[in-house]
């Protein structure tokens, strides 16, 4: 499990790495230098950082010498337009442990299509400067297959998933590529469940409901059965919806 951070103050990284290091049991850092939301953007963080080149390499880094875990970095292929082969590069300089990269600028954010090419050309860059940095590709990957094929096309070390698996919590089973109405349900209440166990009242249980319409679909009365959990408000309303259902089956 990696400690995913984020900022632009390189002092502060080597504070938080130092602390996470000794305070926790992670087995590594992650670097975010790829959020494109326009709050963080604003405040020079995340993926405004490939457009300050020389500090995203201090971030790195002091980060490296706060811990002995191994640092990585999440990021975008550039600003407006590509400028992998630079960007790319810049962050080889220090001889990360990995690389992550998402095949869209921060511009796109999420819309189009991820540009695989400039992840393949991130990567034969990586070969030439620091082969032993582990390379990954992310962007619009939507099965374990899908994923494994890419790395093996595009010259990668790997595959990271974001969204994918939002549509698909089945993702990394190629067994369960299909599962049907009573694995959803099954898996909805362990979900409610473990979310109750770990945050109680602390957080509302409409976080939940994003989920629940990804569990309910592609069975008959999946509309019914979505529209009744998007309205409870509490997890008993959730449980109780989820026994009738399964009792009429």
């Given at each position: 499990m990696v400690a995913q951070i984020w900022g632009k103050r390189p002092e502060l990284y080597y504070k938080i790495a130092k602390e996470i290091t000794q305070e926790f049991d992670f087995d590594g850092l992650d670097i975010n230098m790829g959020c494109p939301v326009k709050n963080i953007v604003k405040n020079g963080c995340c993926s405004a950082l490939i457009d300050q080149p020389a500090l995203a390499k201090e971030i790195i880094l002091a980060t490296k010498e706060a811990t002995h875990l191994p640092v990585s970095v999440k990021t975008r292929t550039g600003i407006r337009s590509h400028e992998t082969e630079s960007w790319i590069s810049n962050l080889l300089e220090t001889k990360p442990a990995a690389i992550i990269l998402h095949g869209r600028t921060q511009k796109q954010q999420s819309d189009g299509l991820?540009?695989?090419?400039?992840?393949?050309?991130?990567?034969?860059?990586?070969?030439?400067?620091?082969?032993?940095?582990?390379?990954?590709?992310?962007?619009?990957?939507?099965?374990?297959?899908?994923?494994?094929?890419?790395?093996?096309?595009?010259?990668?070390?790997?595959?990271?998933?974001?969204?994918?698996?939002?549509?698909?919590?089945?993702?990394?089973?190629?067994?369960?590529?299909?599962?049907?109405?009573?694995?959803?349900?099954?898996?909805?209440?362990?979900?409610?469940?473990?979310?109750?166990?770990?945050?109680?009242?602390?957080?509302?249980?409409?976080?939940?409901?994003?989920?629940?319409?990804?569990?309910?679909?592609?069975?008959?009365?999946?509309?019914?059965?979505?529209?009744?959990?998007?309205?409870?408000?509490?997890?008993?309303?959730?449980?109780?919806?989820?026994?009738?259902?399964?009792?009429?089956?």
């Open positions: 991820a540009s695989w090419d400039e992840i393949a050309k991130g990567a034969r860059i990586r070969d030439v400067l620091s082969p032993e940095t582990k390379f990954l590709g992310n962007g619009d990957v939507k099965s374990i297959a899908q994923g494994i094929e890419y790395a093996s096309n595009y010259g990668l070390d790997g595959i990271m998933i974001g969204r994918g698996i939002f549509h698909n919590p089945w993702f990394f089973d190629p067994t369960q590529s299909t599962p049907d109405k009573s694995e959803k349900l099954k898996q909805l209440l362990l979900h409610t469940r473990l979310f109750e166990q770990t945050w109680g009242g602390l957080k509302n249980i409409n976080i939940l409901k994003r989920f629940y319409k990804i569990y309910t679909n592609d069975f008959a009365g999946a509309a019914r059965l979505r529209s009744l959990l998007m309205e409870a408000k509490s997890y008993s309303e959730v449980y109780e919806i989820i026994h009738n259902e399964q009792y009429m089956d």
